[in-house]
């Protein structure tokens, strides 16, 4: 089972930013495509965006020009960058194997990180 950590989530205010990252273990995770999904209050949990091992990324249209996902790979670690945020992007955040950078997880799932846009 392939496992990652999210961290990076907390409170901010309507158009500010937050930076997630996303830390995994497997000796070759610079293979992982890796996708961030996110599940808001009472709703399914839905695909935000996903990165291959090469850098190609994939945006759902609704973050599309305002979130950033980035890997480095040396670290391990996946980020995704969020600017100008809105109230309905609260959710709770997880990354997770993907098949494809437009999504389809293993279902493997952390603990995911917290965020809350408010003001």
């Known amino acids: 089972q392939v496992q990652f950590v999210e961290s990076g989530g907390g409170w901010v205010q309507p158009g500010g930013s937050l930076r997630l990252s996303c830390a995994g273990s497997?000796?070759?995770?610079?293979?992982?495509?890796i996708g961030w999904y996110r599940r808001a209050p009472g709703k399914q949990r839905e695909y935000v965006a996903g990165?291959?091992?090469?850098?190609?990324?994939n945006y759902e249209d609704s973050v599309k020009g305002r979130f950033t996902i980035s890997r480095d790979n040396a670290k391990k670690t996946v980020y995704l960058k969020m600017n100008r945020l809105k109230p309905e992007n609260t959710a709770v955040y997880y990354c997770?194997?993907?098949?494809?950078?437009?999504?389809?997880?293993?279902?493997?799932w952390g603990q995911g990180t917290q965020v809350t846009v408010s003001s």
């Open positions: 997770t194997r993907v098949r494809t950078i437009t999504g389809d997880s293993f279902g493997y």
């Open positions: 990165i291959s091992g090469g850098g190609s990324t």
């Open positions: 497997a000796s070759i995770f610079s293979i992982y495509v």
